[in-house]
């Protein structure tokens, strides 16, 4: 694996790959997305986020209208995500998300944010039904199948042998390269979250698209 320190972003970069992205909420406060698309350091731009949308059963994160629109607008290839409440009703979960995401040709299928069950409080098998219902009511809804982003723990406790046929997004720190994982159905990887972009105030999740750039359109509309 290719890395190296890009001193622009403030990390360590896996340059082996060319898509590099970030993930954006409203603890990123206002975003100027005109910047976040224009910068570039070390010949390394981003050319996608992933915004959050909704939580649980009733929020809406109040930055999402204005990143959502103006992202789109800086050229920015953009998808939505619902942060997964596991003590939620599943199906207001999935209505919450869909009545605030309208989703256009080229933007990343929907994502199911899942790394919230303290210390098990909810019981697998409840929490596996519970997320296939709401992966069940996205997927009807929008024609595609939702991709799950999961750190390595959770992945490994839920969603390994249950949603195997799900695309994958997954929160890996620990190590040069993600393992333990399905490898024909991780698409994206977030390697960091202490990046630095201009734009942007505070730290960053960085992430990148590890298939084939042509495989992209495997996970969009």
């Not at 972003?9 to 910047?35: A, F």
């Not at 939580?55 to 619902?82: C, I, M, P, T």
């Not at 210390?119 to 596996?128: C, E, S």
């Amino acid at each position: 694996m290719q890395w190296e320190f890009v001193n622009g972003y403030g990390i360590r970069m896996p340059l082996k790959y060319t898509i590099h992205g970030i993930d954006v909420s409203h603890h990123n406060n206002r975003i100027n997305w005109q910047r976040v698309s224009q910068m570039q350091a070390r010949g390394v731009g981003l050319q996608f986020v992933f915004v959050k949308a909704t939580e649980g059963a009733s929020l809406v994160d109040r930055r999402f209208k204005h990143n959502w629109q103006e992202a789109r607008k800086a050229g920015l290839k953009r998808g939505a995500y619902h942060f997964f409440h596991p003590k939620r009703d599943p199906v207001k979960q999935a209505q919450n998300f869909i009545k605030t995401v309208t989703l256009k040709p080229g933007d990343f299928a929907p994502v199911l944010d899942f790394e919230r069950n303290a210390k098990g409080t909810v019981p697998a098998d409840r929490l596996i039904a519970d997320i296939r219902v709401w992966l069940r009511l996205v997927e009807d809804h929008y024609g595609t199948k939702p991709i799950i982003y999961v750190n390595r723990h959770f992945y490994l406790l839920y969603i390994a042998g249950n949603f195997d046929d799900y695309p994958l997004w997954i929160a890996d720190y620990s190590s040069d390269h993600p393992r333990h994982f399905k490898a024909e159905r991780l698409y994206i990887w977030q390697h960091n979250e202490k990046g630095s972009v201009d734009g942007i105030r505070g730290k960053v999740d960085f992430n990148v698209f590890v298939c084939e750039p042509d495989r992209l359109n495997e996970i969009s509309l």
